[in-house]
């Protein structure tokens, strides 16, 4: 059947990109053009959070209906919690370390593995936040050392479609 092909996870790569500030309105995939060197992959890889929007629930309760009535209200794309094999000297997990120790907004980057034949990009997805945690998270005995991260996303996530 067409259309209806998988694309595992595995090959993703996710980047860490510099300070940027968030913004009132949605950004786009040119507001991370100017970015293209900027960006610094996060070896180790091994669990990736969920990231998207949610809407809240406004809930008013009408005496004469009988009945709530609900709304949506501000969007909220979530906290990413992601957890990476700890490789302390890799570039990527000295970024996140370091941007955990600040209140700036990143950027970010995550690239699929799913480029289509003579394609020359996977589905990307670029979206803004803030490194909240950068922890050690042990592990059993016949595991590796562990990090985790917390990223709260503070815009829309930005898909742009393989090519």
Do not use: C
Not at 5 to 21: H, N, Q, S
Not at 79 to 95: H, V, W
């Amino acid at each position: 059947m067409a259309g209806t092909d998988l694309y595992p996870v595995a090959g993703a790569k996710i980047y860490i990109g510099p300070v940027t500030a968030t913004k009132a309105d949605d950004f786009v995939a040119g507001d991370f053009s100017s970015t293209e060197g900027d960006w610094t992959e996060v070896d180790g890889w091994e669990n990736a959070g969920t990231k998207g929007d949610t809407a809240q629930t406004i809930t008013t309760s009408l005496i004469n209906r009988k009945r709530d009535t609900k709304q949506k209200g501000t969007r909220n794309a979530g906290s990413m919690e992601n957890q990476f094999a700890d490789l302390p000297a890799d570039a990527g997990q000295q970024a996140m370390k370091a941007a955990e120790k600040t209140s700036d907004n990143f950027a970010f980057r995550i690239v699929y593995d799913d480029m289509p034949s003579g394609g020359t990009s996977g589905t990307t997805h670029y979206f803004v936040g803030l490194v909240m945690s950068w922890t050690d998270q042990g592990g059993g005995a016949n595991g590796v050392r562990m990090r985790g991260s917390t990223i709260e996303i503070n815009s829309n996530i930005v898909e742009v479609a393989a090519a």
